[in-house]
Structure formats: structure tokens, C-alpha cells
């Protein structure tokens, strides 16, 4: 049996996790704050909130560890609830994306651990200290997108496996080119997330009303609107622009659009590092501004749409579930094996 844990801050974790349980030929346990999402197949956990202190105290133990503050109810149940039910059921395997302590307390009652990476600067103790434990280290990115991740240590850098973007419409391809907007205008896609965005809807009025042969639709921003499922939208933009995170750029590569990627604030410098190693090469379809451009927009948009989407092959070619899910399978054969021994 396999456990998955999975973060509750934003949609990105949760995403991921369904397209790689999906390729995977074990049961597995969904482990996570989060409400059970549609179409999980295997069984899950709820665990209790960590983060609902009025005033959490010493949250990362003196630089040791990322989250945990001290004489927290809700830490305390959730370490409670993981631990009994690795007690009783006894997993072979536990993925973590991502927590440092979940992935510690797994390799503490004898677990072996794969942890899902994140771009960034990962130099710090914690960081160091749950890649080190790890038996393998899966990365959503491909290897030819170098300088994603600093801080590893040598022999974590020796297990990690860049498996290529993951996206939760997986290969699903492109569904026919951009319908026009009125009156035969472009359109243009403005992706925001559930993790927070810094725009306003000034700002992207401003921008709208700049661009008049251009059609705009506003998701996940303030402003904009949430849907489940944004893939009619980005399939029918011309331009998608999008912040720096990393299941918006898989779907965006997924669908073959080029982008405008901005790159919101993140701990650890996640979407700045990603947005860097998008501009220091012309290898896939992407402008990056590090701002959102007050002018210029009609120039920026007429640059973009004449970028190659197909470019984005590379960064995302439709298997990186499944690769991630062979990573994990051959984790657990070797877990299980020793079991055996």
C-alpha cells in the first residue's frame, strides 16, 4: 500500500496527486486536509489543519524544520491521526508533497519516502534535511529546464528524476485552434491561482482596455472568475497569461499556447526561479515580465502570439504522471523486497 500526503495551500499539490495516482499500480491512500477531490480511487485520510493558530510560536523550530509550532491542538491531532494509521496499516511507501515533518515522521517509523520537489532555492536545513531522508526525489519539470532547484545536497541531487511537467489534463492534446472573440478579436487568457495574486481589476481593466482587437477572459484573478475546469479556455486563447506556478504552466504547455509568465511572490523564491529559467533560454514559447506591464500590452500580446506553442513539447510531453508513477513503482518494489529479505 501506498500513502500519499498532499498540502492543502492552493490546487497545485491536489492536481498533481490525481494524475499520478491515476498512473500507479498499487492502492493508495490519499493523506490531506483537503476534502476528498472526485475521482480519487483509493481511500482517504482526513487529517486535521496545522495552520489555525491565532498565534503560533517558534513555527520552524529554530530554522530546523518548516512547521511546527509549539502547543499546537491541530499539529498535534494531525501527527496523532498519520501516526496511528501508519501503526495499523503499514505501508510500504509514503510520497510527500510536500512537508518536511510529514516526510520525517514517515522515515521515523521506518517508511521509505519519495518527496515531490519544488523550484527554488532549497538550501535551508529543512529543506536539506527531508531530501537527505528521501529515498528518490521526483521533480515536475524536465531535465533540460537547468537551475530549477538549488540547495541539494550531492547525493540527493543523484536521486532526483526530472520527469517533465505534470498536468492534470495529461495528454489530453489540443482541442482544435482559438475560436475568435467578438468581431474577430484574439483572445487572450489571464490565468490566475488559488494561491493568491497580487493584480487587481484596475489593473487588468487597464490592460483590456488597451488591447480592443483582443478578447479577454479573466480566471482565478480578482476580477476574474473560478472554474474547475479551465481547459476550453486555454485551448481557445491565443495568448495565455499566467503566473509562474507549476501545474498553470504544465496545463498551459500541455495545451501548446504560448505565454506572457509573470511570476508571482512565493516562499523560497519558487516562481521567480521558474520564471528565470523560462527567460534565460528561447527554448520553449514564453516572454516573462517580472511585473504586470502597466503598457505596451497590444506589442507584448502580438510578440506572444507569434511564438511556436508546440515549443512547449519539451517542457511537458504528456507522460510526466507516467514517469512520476514508474519512479514510484519501482521505489515500492525495492521497499517490498526488503520486507521480503
Known sequence: ?????????????????????AELREPVVGLSSQPRPE?????????PRDDESIEPRDVDAQGRLHWVPLHDS???????????????TKPQLIVVD????????????????????????????????????????IAAWPKEAEGMISGLSAPARRRLHCVGAISRFGSRGDEGHPALGAEGQRRVLLLGGAGGSTLDASTISAARTSTPD????????????WVDDPWPE???????????????????????????????????????????????SSRWPA?????FPETGWQALLDEAAALDGDRWSTWNDGRGARTAAAVIDSELTLAVDSEVA
Open 1 to 21: 500500500m501506498i500513502g500519499y500526503y498532499i498540502h492543502h495551500q492552493g490546487r497545485g499539490h491536489l492536481n498533481r496527486a490525481l494524475a499520478i495516482a
Open 39 to 47: 475521482g480519487w480511487r483509493g481511500d482517504w485520510l482526513d487529517l
Open 98 to 137: 510536500v512537508s518536511v515533518e510529514v516526510a520525517l515522521l514517515a522515515r521515523l517509523f521506518g517508511v521509505p519516502v519519495i518527496s515531490v520537489a519544488l523550484p527554488g532555492i532549497r538550501a535551508d536545513d529543512a529543506h536539506q534535511l527531508g531530501y537527505d531522508i528521501s529515498a528518490a526525489i
Open 234 to 280: 486555454i485551448c481557445s486563447a491565443d495568448v495565455v497569461v499566467t503566473h509562474a506556478g507549476q501545474n498553470a504552466l504544465a496545463d498551459v504547455a500541455a495545451a501548446r499556447r504560448p505565454a506572457i509568465v509573470i511570476p508571482e511572490a512565493r516562499p523560497h523564491e519558487e516562481q521567480v526561479t521558474t520564471a528565470s529559467v523560462l527567460a534565460g
Open 214 to 225: 483582443w478578447h479577454w477572459t479573466v480566471l482565478g484573478s480578482r476580477g476574474g472568475r
Open 287 to 291: 516572454i516573462v515580465r517580472w511585473d
Open 74 to 88: 491541530g499539529l498535534r491531532g494531525r501527527m496523532a491521526v498519520l501516526s496511528q494509521w501508519i501503526a495499523e
